[in-house]
């Protein structure tokens, strides 16, 4: 067996574990606004048993992947995004849906190469059918905010 199936085994059974544990946390899920036979709650047992599939079929079969170590221009561009998204998830039940997304696709379209002007535009834009998909037709609430309530 070569070493770079080792590490496919071995990330497999961390993520059977992971699938596992998820499954069971939303056995403890309550949804009491729904009282039908299928409801919200069993998405959470379709998503374990999706990665619980996955997971063993990377067992069973494992890819002939072998990871390179990353030059530093590319950890340049991964460290922004990453400490976007969890100010993303820090300020968004202070300032709501749109003022955190806005800046969080404004950042990430610039370290793509687009210019601020094409970026701002664009957020704009995205942010806004996203709210219009969610809140408007799926009437799903994104966060307004302390500001908005």
């Known amino acids: ?3 770079d199936f080792k590490h496919d085994r071995r990330y497999a059974l961390v993520i059977l574990i992971f699938s596992i544990l998820y499954g069971y946390g939303g056995s403890f899920a309550k949804t009491d606004f729904y009282n039908g036979v299928v409801g919200p709650h069993h998405w959470i047992y379709l998503i374990a048993g999706i990665l619980a599939l996955l997971s063993i079929g990377l067992f069973l079969k494992p890819t002939n992947f072998k990871p ?33 997304m806005i800046p969080l696709i404004v950042l990430t379209s610039m370290l793509f190469g687009a210019k601020l002007k094409f970026a701002l535009l664009s957020s704009v834009v995205m942010a806004l059918l996203c709210l219009a998909l969610f809140d408007g037709l799926l009437g799903i609430s994104l966060g307004r905010g302390l500001w908005l309530m």
């Open 1 to 3: 067996m070569r070493s």
């Open 68 to 100: 390179e170590n990353l030059p530093w221009r590319s950890w340049k561009k991964r460290v922004p995004l990453v400490l976007g998204v969890f100010l993303y998830s820090v300020a968004l039940p202070y300032i709501g849906f749109l003022g955190a």
